[in-house]
Structure formats: C-alpha cells, structure tokens
C-alpha cells in the first residue's frame, strides 16, 4: 500500500482533494489527502499568473496586449487553454492578444471570449 499525505493545504481553502489507491485487498479505494508540497506549486502558480496579469497591463497601456490577455492571466490561463475554451486554433488566438488585431475583431468574436471569461462584451470592449 502507498503512503498518503494528509498534510493540510491552505490554498484549498478547508477542502480536500481525493485519491483512488489500492487497499491491501488490492481494491480501490478513496482516500482524502493533501500535500504541503502541491500547496507551495499552486502557490508559486498563483504568483506567476499575478506578475504576468501586472505585466500584461503595462504592455497594455502601452497599446501593445489587448484585454483578452489581461483576462486570460486573470483566469490563470495558457494559450492552449483559452484556445480550448473558445474553440479556436491557437495561432489564431495568439493573434488576438494584440491589441491592433483586437480594435478590429467583431463582437460577435469578441463574444466567444467574454462568455470563456464569464464577463460582459461591454467589460472586454471598454477595458480600463
């Protein structure tokens, strides 16, 4: 049988996670766990999607990113997980973290990336 962590995580906020492992029946079973070392990687995680959101608002002012980046930081998103989200090819998305590519993109598409960011079209239009 395996040794499970039963270490407490805060970043799961009092929940635990569950893991199916073998009892010595050679049967699965669930067991609560958690980890100390999986709460320090979610945290770094955290703190990465941070710096690149604060970055990304920079490149922003400076009218090179569009909101759709901000908001796929804010959304602790990559590339291929937005493309996934809006179902598009991830060149395609690339594209639209730029804000030239972006002034010009139709509502309708610019849809496609509020509702994968559960916001309004008016609050990915009129970034602030």
């Given at each position: 049988m395996i040794e499970i962590p039963h270490e407490?995580?805060?970043t799961l906020?009092?929940?635990q996670k569950?893991?199916?492992a073998q009892n010595e029946q050679g049967t699965f079973e669930?067991?609560?766990y958690g980890s100390s070392i999986e709460e320090f990687a979610t945290q770094v995680a955290?703190?990465?999607y941070e710096l690149l959101k604060q970055e990304c608002l920079g490149r922003i002012q400076k009218g090179e990113d569009s909101p759709i980046a901000f908001y796929m930081y804010e959304n602790r998103m990559d590339?291929?997980?937005l493309a996934s989200a809006v179902g598009m090819f991830q060149f395609r998305v690339k594209r639209h973290l730029?804000?030239?590519v972006f002034k010009r993109m139709s509502?309708?598409?610019?849809q496609c990336y509020a509702d994968a960011f559960s916001i309004s079209l008016a609050q990915l239009k009129e970034f602030h």
């Open positions: 407490k995580n805060e906020e009092g929940m569950v893991m199916y669930r067991y609560n955290v703190e990465e590339l291929p997980t730029k804000m030239r509502d309708a598409l610019l």
